[in-house]
């Protein structure tokens, strides 16, 4: 049996609350691993699967450059009511970058092995920063490029099924 390891995400503020809410929204069953793989299914790292989600969703938030106020002042179904302005940090227009960015993320992640045999996805692209791989990783391999797509979909059926939470947490990390 593969036990799995979830590496700690940085957290402070309101990232420690959408951090805790999130992971609790996506808590998973973690189904019994196959004894016969080198590297475990996405069955098996469904919580990694998740943590890594949240590590991107977090990561998108903190390199997310600030942005002015959406003017709804001059469209068509704001002349005569006066429209107003929406505050860039809570805009519906954010919230939708943030998710719609959130699953291509996905492919810059792996899954990693340690020696004791806990596996894990770990992020593996320097893209926007340094990364540390702990254990092994599979970079290229087709079980490898297997595991990403299967992460990227899982990520988009976790975001399509929890839309008003995550678009909650977002607001509040604001």
Partial sequence: ????????????????????????????????????????????LKCSACC???????????TEKPRMNVDLRNTLTARGAGGKQVDWAVSEMRIMEQLEQLCPGMRHYGVTVQRDGTASFQRHSVAGG??????????????????RQELTVYCDRVVEEHEDLLSEAIKRAG
């Fill in 52 to 62: 890594s989600i949240v590590a991107e969703l977090e990561r998108n938030l903190e």
């Fill in 130 to 147: 340094s990364v540390h791989i702990s254990g092994t990783m599979k970079i290229g391999s087709k079980k490898y490029h297997q595991d």
């Fill in 1 to 44: 049996r593969t036990t799995l390891a979830a590496s700690p995400a940085p957290m402070g503020g309101a990232m420690a609350w959408s951090t805790l809410v999130l992971s609790w929204a996506l808590v998973a069953v973690v189904v019994g691993a196959d004894d016969e793989a080198d590297i475990p299914n996405l069955d098996v």
